[in-house]
């Protein structure tokens, strides 16, 4: 028994000193492909020294996991042994390729996120990247036989020492009870990009599984009472509701939304006005531009601004700076910006069929005698949209199923295309929308041309006019060759932002233009440019431009998606005598028209469908246990040994039991009120 303890032992030490071999080619070739940005290379060195501190923790703390089993199969037989053991290396060399390949294709990485979307999403998902090509089949292959004749030649011809293969185990043991794994993910990194990069990718992808099948307790001190004040004294608290019957509705509150966007129009009346007059309500149509940061749209963005047009329009609106998403992915744009809703288990949409009953602006409105339409080019059943649309009675859903002949799409992408490009999008929208139409409109457009793989039509011409953006941005060479590694993506976003020129030309010309109030905002930001911090991940402009306006202004102060439909209704209930609801799930409390810096909500955002791990209050900004401040440009910088720390902990604990009773199939409101809202 001793005798074959000692050569597992030995014979495992020698099969995994070429796993690490491998783990280190991997991370090698990540970083080499990954390293673009003169940001990047500039902290190579020691970039490149946390990545392989990374690498050894997780092949350490891995290893004594792994050497159990084994010794297990070599009690029973050697040859199985090395059987299970190198098919086990080939399966993580491969997990560990994939990841990277993702990794470096979307530049975020890919955690229990995966389990939030269903095989059909995913292939669709695949499909839109390029899907496995058979190139991409044959470097598996290569690899595969490449590790197979590194292991055989491993098993006849390398001998470890007793002692060295008994200090690994010992290694393990200490690596897996002090777990400085979890220390090394937050070290002195410029950018969220660079922080991620050094991450070993399998390490964080199998922690993140294993806290989705397995979620520890969350011991928070919900029921304390804490708020939180910014520097802007008693105005910067952040607002909480009062729950009237939190035990069967968790969410369901007054409404009582002031109404701040009133003062900025010019036909602005009180109800009695309205109704003796006969003012028409407003038409609305809200833009929902994929992947629209601010990170590279309008004056200041610290990539430059590619959005030329939309800048111009910007400087002709109620525009606020420092808005932020409640969604670091497209499924979570709708239910927030159109409901105001709570993210539930992996997102509102992610329940189908079984969302419970709630308000939104499309039911709200239909109260009223609007009509409401959806237009998308891709297909609107991808995260449930289409139930989430039609539960709230959308009078009208087209996406690109119901296109007709005559219009182009997206280029292929090995034979996968997201639907019809953005020009096209809008042009299916003007050739459908009356102009004189008798009711009021409701128009929910969502774009998806700047949308990986970021393949447009009319490629040459938006590549030429990317370079001339440079120049007029006066980009030095260094700064134009960091940014031609992401052409694609800039070449989209300016492909965009002429479709938004195009669509905006034409609407000007028709009848109902000067009694339409336009919404641009994305519904994340695009993560396939590196991302400076957490926050970016967020960070969307929010435009409100009107022929109705009287005058236009910069916000600085910080509002999110949640606080859109709120405030519209309050200003169209004020204004044109919309009946709005006494009560809702709303979870905005409205937007916030202070011109200068500050926050006064306190919100949840969801990156992924698995990953509710982002809290803002007041100028803090809460990710995944460590704690930001930010600053009035949205930038951030870590914060040690804050007492604020714990409120905002509170506040997210007492957010996560609240949302957690939506699984049970507690009800947002009550029946009596969704049924005024049909």
């Known amino acids: ?182 220390l090394l993910r937050h070290g002195p990194f410029q950018s969220d990009f660079a922080a991620n990069l050094v991450l070993n990718k399998p390490d964080y992808f199998f922690r993140q599984s294993l806290d989705h099948f397995f979620p520890e307790e969350n011991e928070t001190d919900i029921y304390a009472d804490y708020y939180i004040e910014d520097a802007t004294g008693k105005e910067g608290r952040a607002a909480e509701f009062q729950y009237p019957d939190e035990a069967a509705y968790p969410f369901f509150h007054g409404d009582s939304t002031k109404d701040v966007l009133s003062p900025f129009f010019d036909k602005v009346q009180n109800k009695a006005q309205n109704f003796n007059t006969g003012l028409p309500p407003p038409n609305i149509v809200i833009l929902l531009v994929e992947g629209l940061g601010r990170a590279f749209t309008n004056e200041g963005a610290y990539l430059g601004n590619f959005t030329p047009f939309t800048d111009s329009l910007a400087g002709q609106s109620l525009y606020w700076k420092n808005f932020l998403s409640e969604g670091g992915r497209t499924f979570a744009v709708l239910p927030s910006l159109l409901a105001s809703l709570p993210f539930g288990k992996n997102g509102f949409l992610e329940m189908g069929d079984a969302m419970p009953n709630h308000l939104s602006l499309i039911n709200v409105l239909k109260k009223s005698g609007y009509h409401s339409s959806f237009y998308y080019g891709g297909d609107a059943h991808f ?26 799409k997206l280029p292929a992408n090995n034979g996968f295309s997201w639907g019809y490009n953005d020009k096209e999008l809008f042009r299916r929208y003007l050739d459908t929308r009356a102009s004189n139409a008798a009711q009021p409109q409701l128009s929910v457009i969502l774009t998806v041309s700047t949308h990986s793989p970021f393949k447009i039509n009319e490629p040459d011409k938006y590549f030429q006019q990317f370079e001339i953006r440079m120049n007029q941005l006066g980009f030095d060479e260094a700064k134009k060759n960091e940014h031609r590694n992401f052409k694609d993506q800039y070449a989209s976003i300016l492909y965009t932002d002429d479709a938004l020129r195009t669509f905006f030309a034409a609407y000007a010309k028709r009848a109902d233009y000067k009694n339409t109030i336009f919404l641009i905002t994305g519904d994340h930001r695009m993560p396939e440019i590196p991302m400076r911090n957490k926050i970016d991940r967020y960070h969307v402009p929010l435009i409100l431009f009107s022929p109705l306006l009287k005058r236009t202004t910069i916000f600085l102060s910080v509002s999110t998606h949640f606080d859109i439909t709120p405030s519209l209704l309050a200003f169209l209930h004020h204004s044109y005598g919309i009946r709005r609801p006494a009560g809702s799930q709303w979870m905005g409390t409205g937007l916030d028209t202070a011109r200068g810096f500050r926050n006064i909500h306190a919100y949840p955002m969801i990156q992924t469908k698995t990953d509710q791990v982002d809290f803002i209050m007041g100028e803090y900004h809460l990710n995944s246990g460590h704690l930001f401040r930010l600053s009035k440009d949205m930038n951030e910088e870590p914060v040690t040994d804050d007492p604020n720390q714990a409120l905002l902990d509170i506040a997210f604990g007492k957010f996560r039991r609240r949302s957690e009773k939506l699984t049970t199939g507690r009800k947002l409101i009550p029946d009596s009120l969704r049924s005024s809202f049909p």
């Open 1 to 182: 028994m001793l005798d074959k303890v000692k050569i597992a032992v030995r014979l495992f030490a020698a099969i995994s000193l070429v796993w690490l071999l491998v783990i280190i080619a991997l991370s090698s070739y990540e970083f080499l492909v990954n390293t673009s940005s003169p940001g990047i290379r500039a902290d190579a060195g020691s970039l490149f020294f946390y990545k392989l501190l990374n690498d050894g923790v997780f092949w350490a703390g891995a290893y004594g996991w792994l050497l159990l089993p084994f010794m297990g199969c070599c009690l029973l037989s050697v040859r199985l042994a090395k059987w299970i053991a190198s098919i086990t290396i080939i399966l993580l060399v491969l997990i560990h390729t994939m990841l990277i390949r993702y990794f470096s294709t979307a530049l975020v990485l890919l955690g229990a996120d995966l389990y939030g979307y269903s095989w059909k999403d995913i292939k669709q998902t695949v499909g839109a990247s390029g899907g496995i090509t058979v190139g991409t089949i044959l470097i598996f292959m290569a690899m595969i036989g490449l590790l197979v004749v590194l292991l055989l030649w491993t098993f006849k011809r390398i001998r470890i020492p007793l002692l060295p293969a008994l200090l690994l185990p010992a290694l393990s043991v200490i690596v897996i009870i002090a777990g400085p794994s979890a």
């Open 383 to 408: 995260d449930n949209m289409d139930v989430f649309l039609q539960k709230n009675g959308i009078d009208e859903l087209n996406d690109g199923k119901s296109f007709p002949a005559g219009y182009t």
